[in-house]
């Protein structure tokens, strides 16, 4: 899970430039944060929707990735349960299905008080071919 975990880090050049750090990943599983910065807020001064939602798909491809094959995002909807203003958000990714072909997730982003802000659900297609060679 290292390498899945190093991949991603190093890969992923758009949650990188969003300042969104892998935790941990695991079969199935993956957890990530994001400290929120002004730049991360839209203009009523909350969290951005974007940045809730590239947290929550970082997590989402972390651990539908994470059995060694690629899987891509067929379907993926968020909804936003609360509003976040500061602090540090946490995504984690949880397997609920998972095929041959094709695979569910879902997806709790947490604020700072471990709320639940919002929930994203996913499905991947897994491709044939090995993550990384």
Known sequence: MEKIKEFFGQKDAFAKKC???????????????VKLKPDHLNGVGIAHGGIIFTLADYVFAAASNS???????????ISYLKAAKEGVLTATAREVSCGRKI??????????NNEIIAVFQGMV????????Q
């Open 19 to 33: 300042g969104i750090e892998l935790l941990q990943v695991g079969p199935g599983t993956a957890k990530a944060s």
């Open 67 to 77: 059995h060694g094959t690629v899987a891509v995002a067929i379907n993926a909807n």
């Open 103 to 112: 695979a569910c997730y879902t997806i709790d982003v947490a604020d700072r």
């Open 125 to 132: 297609f897994r491709k044939d071919a090995p993550l990384m």
